[in-house]
């Protein structure tokens, strides 16, 4: 005798990897917005009440609001992403609701994309790739666009988890010296204070979490403390940068140059941003690759069959330290 299929009610939020779809349907009854696009807040708080778990993106803001319109059927909230600054985690804990998101997973691809853009800025691969798509008349000459190599520079760490450390072994690999810092000190062998990894660093790298520490943590102050010829490289959130400082620091040469894959109000871009040939801005693509995608939907459905079926274990569950 087959065994009887337990099908809970899920709220799937955006159209994920066929593979992911594939076992939610397996195991769910599902409300699913399959789209490209973010579901839209009515939609949303309609759609989620009485569901007893929900699948969700960091387009999804998941606060009251959102416990409230689901009630109290609610037992678990997986989110695509190892960022949670959209989730009200503590309000969560108090209601018994668990949170999970996709550590592990993405660590090598967002580590790629620092690099990829850190690269592309100091070699100018996409300015150079703009004028030649601008059909600008150019020849090979001396003096032609000239970048810096990466070789013996200084990579500065902000952020030394699972992704800063990723990025600085590529960058080791590079031929680059690695400093890091940390909320924590982790007592290893290139860490410094904030202060100096951001005043000696030829490239700062930021890998910290959006939290409200971190928030604007780059300042006008902190830019003006970078080296001239330094460059910023930013994959971790944008509210971490303060973006309007950067720009007025781009423009009037204060650092070299920024690499971004994430921004302050996605997904508008600052328009001043765009205006600068100094900045290399990517659509929030650090965790973008098909592997990566299907690895962190399936964390996602196990911590959702661990919690709602009690089957596997889940080791990407969200930990709220009690006040
Ligand atoms: C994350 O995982 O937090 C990324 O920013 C989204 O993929």
């Known amino acids: 005798m087959n065994e009887p299929t337990a099908t809970l009610p899920l709220l799937v939020t955006r159209r994920f990897a066929p593979a992911v779809r594939a076992r939610l349907d397996e195991r769910f009854a599902l409300t699913m917005h399959d789209d490209e696009a973010v579901m839209d807040r009515d939609a949303l708080l ?20 959102f416990f409230d319109a689901a009630g109290p ?9 190892v960022g949670v ?30 690099i990829a853009i850190m690269l592309s800025l100091v ?28 070789e013996g520079l200084q ?16 960058a080791t690999a590079l031929g680059m010296r690695v400093v890091h810092c940390s909320r924590r000190a982790t007592g290893e062998a290139g860490e410094r204070s904030f202060d100096e990894v951001i005043s000696t660093s030829d490239v ?48 009037r040469g204060v650092i070299g140059g920024a690499g971004l894959d994430v921004f302050e109000d996605e997904p508008a871009v600052d328009p001043g941003l765009i205006a600068c040939e100094n900045a290399v801005l990517v659509p929030h693509l650090g ?37």
């Open 46 to 65: 309609r759609t989620v009440a009485g569901v007893s778990g929900a699948m969700v993106t960091p387009n999804d803001r998941i606060d009251s609001e």
């Open 73 to 81: 059927t609610l037992r678990i909230v997986a989110t695509l992403s």
């Open 85 to 114: 600054d959209h989730i009200d985690c503590d309000e969560a804990a108090r209601r018994g609701i668990v949170i999970a998101h996709t550590p592990d997973v993405l660590t090598r691809t967002t580590a790629e994309m620092a």
């Open 123 to 150: 070699r100018r691969v996409t300015e150079g790739d703009r004028l030649i798509r601008e059909g600008t008349p150019w020849e090979l000459s001396p003096n032609f666009m000239l970048g810096t190599s990466l």
């Open 155 to 170: 990579f500065g760490c902000v952020g030394f988890g699972r992704i800063g450390r990723e990025a600085s072994r590529l």
């Open 204 to 251: 700062v790298s930021l890998h910290c979490p959006l939290t409200p520490e971190t928030h604007h943590l780059i300042n006008a102050p902190v830019l003006r403390a970078m080296k001239s010829s330094s460059v910023l490289i930013n994959t971790c959130r944008g509210k971490v940068v303060d973006e309007g400082a950067l720009v007025d620091a781009l423009r």
């Open 287 to 323: 965790s973008a690759t098909h592997r990566t995608r299907e690895a962190m939907g399936m964390r996602c459905v196990d911590a959702l069959m661990a919690v709602l079926y009690n089957e596997g274990t889940a080791t990407n569950i969200i930990t709220v330290a009690s006040a």
